[in-house]
């Protein structure tokens, strides 16, 4: 599975700002995908992701703010970021989870930076 992201940029705070993800490959392997991001000097945190049946999670400091979306028959991944706070600030990468007869593994597509700032 390859993954690749886009839509980062600078946005003031206030803002919106809207992710893609466009997946390739095994597409039909993929069981989760999802969005985290890294700040510097710490370990990357889930943003959001949605499984194949279609169930979602947010992490606690984006639940009301982002909404994260997918398009089969696009096979982009997208996150709608809205009221965007300097805290925000951070490379976004893209995750999908897949699972081939019984094994299980994870890609990640190349981060994408975004920078909430006046």
């Known amino acids: 599975v390859q993954l690749q992201a886009s839509g980062g940029g600078l946005v003031q705070p206030g803002g919106s700002l809207r992710l893609s993800c466009a997946a390739s490959?095994?597409?039909?392997?993929?069981?989760?995908m999802g969005w985290y991001r890294k700040f510097p000097e710490k370990m990357r945190e889930l943003v959001a992701d949605i499984s194949s049946d279609g169930s979602i999670n947010y992490g606690d400091s984006v639940k009301g703010r982002f909404t994260i979306s997918r398009d089969n028959a696009k096979n982009t991944l997208y996150l709608q970021m809205s009221s965007l706070k300097p805290e925000d600030s951070a490379v976004y990468y893209c995750?999908?989870?897949?699972?081939?007869?019984?094994?299980?593994?994870?890609?990640w597509g190349r981060g994408t930076l975004v920078t909430v700032s006046s």
């Open positions: 995750n999908a989870d897949t699972e081939i007869n019984g094994d299980y593994y994870g890609y």
């Open positions: 490959g095994n597409i039909a392997s993929i069981k989760i």
